[in-house]
């Protein structure tokens, strides 16, 4: 019997080992056809901002330290199974049991109580340095807002509203510069997370909620609703970007500005002012003041469209005035039953708002 089995177990072995090969093939393969340029990634090992690397230290203290407690159990676990295994000639009888050990008793109550009052003095003094950090002189102050499924930011001592791509400036430590977040909610829970610089915290209708943030290095940081929130949750992602002080005072001057009106522009500008788009949608120096959507006053200065769905372009625009549902299925966002005519005329108007 034992001799007869043993083909069928090398197929199997055979087999198995083709199908890894085949997979390992299949990944190179995808890798290789990858975008040069592919979308940033949130990386949680590379902390660029002090509330993330203060999470990013205190979860190697907790690794190390359930590392060191695994290594323990298991290398017991393993002596025992080694030195206790049974052996030819035993008889099978119980081996002496051990009733009453203080020592043992002591070792297994205060080591553990030990180990988590560290673990919780950890927490609790990172928890401390985020939630109670000081604001000092050239502090930036935004009030994020959640909605289905879109992220709208509010720069009130500087007078600027924008959508799903927030602007900071680089935090010189000598000389920080950190932007607190005021969190809200405009319907139901989502949770603001950009991995490498800041954890999630939560946004929660009528419950203002705060964080905040100092990078360190200037460059785009991706992010998402870490909460789910309905449908799109999803797609409702955020790009955080880094400027040096003079881009970002560049970009607070740009935006600003009213929106541009260009002559070329006047029919789809029309079309728009005329339509449903301006109860919700709102542009600076028309009449659409809408606040269900977000403000397209600068629409062409932001590289996505969506919530970071879908890249700013001139096909994508003109789909998503038309099906939304194409890039975006189960969004808020309704479908503009206009002819193409129309479509076109307001794509291109809105292709003049930067």
Known sequence: MKRSGQPWGLAR????IALLLVCVLLAAQLSAAAPANPAPIPNIFKPASTPADSIFSLSRLVLAVT???FAVVFGLLAYSVAKFRKRKGDDSREPPQVYGSLQVE??????????????????????????????????IEVVAIGHQFWWEFRYPALGVVTANELHVPVSDPSQPTPTFLTLLSADTDHSFWVPQLAGKTDLIPNHPNHTWIDPHETGLYVGQCAQYCGTQHAKML???YVDSPQQFDEWIRAQKMPALTDPAANEGRQIFESTACVNCHAVSGTIADGHFGPDLTHLMSRDTIASGAAPNTHENLRLWIQTP???KPGSLMPAMQMSDHDIDALTNYLETLR
Do not use: C, E, M, Y
């Open 238 to 240: 955020l790009r955080v």
């Open 13 to 16: 072995k055979a087999t198995a």
């Open 67 to 69: 590392s060191a407690i």
């Open 325 to 327: 549902d194409a890039i």
């Open 106 to 139: 002591l070792a297994w109550t205060v080591i553990p109580i030990l180990i988590v009052l560290v673990l919780f003095l950890a927490t609790a003094r990172v928890i401390h340095s985020i939630q109670d950090a000081p604001k000092p002189p050239g502090t």
